[in-house]
């Protein structure tokens, strides 16, 4: 059973305080990109192990519409994956990382309709290139992969404020408080949390 949770999110405007009755929940603001959001996350886990990381946050889209609540499933360092050098790794399987034992969640993130790949990077893409997933972020793979060697359950829900190419980052900033009260609904509409820690 889900005990202890920490809710990670880039910046002050996607956090949601999520609540659930059995649970404790710490809410945790990582910054943007992949190496400040692992350090956080990291020296979080630590101090204190939580047997869920959940990632919450926006992302950019060419496949899918805005509004859409993604699941990832598969993570992939785009920056990585664009310099193909021998022994690089820059692919997670976001389902193992639901762990074994957690077979309501896993079971619960199967049956969803809108799940795939999120590609994260340290770049803001706004103009439409040739990447490999669904969806695109700044860190949910450098979680992923944190949680990947420190054996903790993973799980990463992203809102898509962004088509690529078509939008601006003054877009993206307009679009934060819709996608905070889209993931809440999402959230509470779910129950995710509250089947997890009860």
């Known amino acids: 059973m889900i005990k202890k949770v920490f809710v990670t999110y880039a910046v002050k405007e996607e956090f949601i305080p999520l609540k659930s009755e059995g649970c404790n929940i710490v809410h945790i603001q990582t910054g943007v990109g992949k190496t400040?959001?692992?350090?956080?996350?990291?020296?979080?886990?630590?101090?204190?192990?939580?047997d869920l990381v959940l990632n919450i946050g926006t992302a950019g889209t060419l496949i899918h519409d805005i509004g859409d609540i993604f699941i990832?499933?598969?993570?992939?360092?785009?920056?990585?994956?664009?310099?193909?050098?021998?022994?690089?790794?820059?692919e997670i399987n976001g389902i193992e990382l639901l762990g074994s034992t957690n077979l309501s969640l896993r079971n619960r993130i199967m049956k969803y309709e809108k799940q795939g790949?999120?590609?994260?990077g340290d770049t803001f893409i706004t103009e439409a290139?040739?990447?490999?997933?669904?969806?695109?972020?700044?860190?949910?793979?450098?979680?992923?992969?944190?949680?990947?060697?420190?054996?903790v359950t993973f799980l990463s829900?992203?809102?898509?404020?962004?088509?690529?190419?078509?939008?601006?980052?003054?877009?993206?900033e307009n679009k934060?408080?819709?996608?905070?009260?889209?993931?809440?609904?999402?959230?509470?509409?779910q129950n995710i949390l509250s089947a997890l820690c009860n």
């Open 117 to 120: 790949i999120c590609s994260t």
């Open 157 to 172: 829900v992203k809102y898509i404020t962004d088509i690529i190419g078509r939008n601006s980052v003054k877009h993206w």
């Open 129 to 151: 290139a040739s990447f490999q997933g669904d969806i695109v972020d700044m860190e949910a793979y450098a979680q992923a992969y944190v949680c990947k060697e420190l054996n």
């Open 36 to 50: 400040k959001s692992a350090y956080i996350l990291t020296k979080y886990i630590c101090q204190n192990k939580p």
């Open 176 to 189: 934060l408080a819709e996608a905070r009260a889209g993931l809440a609904v999402w959230f509470e509409e």
């Open 72 to 90: 990832a499933n598969h993570f992939i360092d785009r920056d990585y994956e664009a310099t193909q050098l021998p022994g690089i790794e820059y």
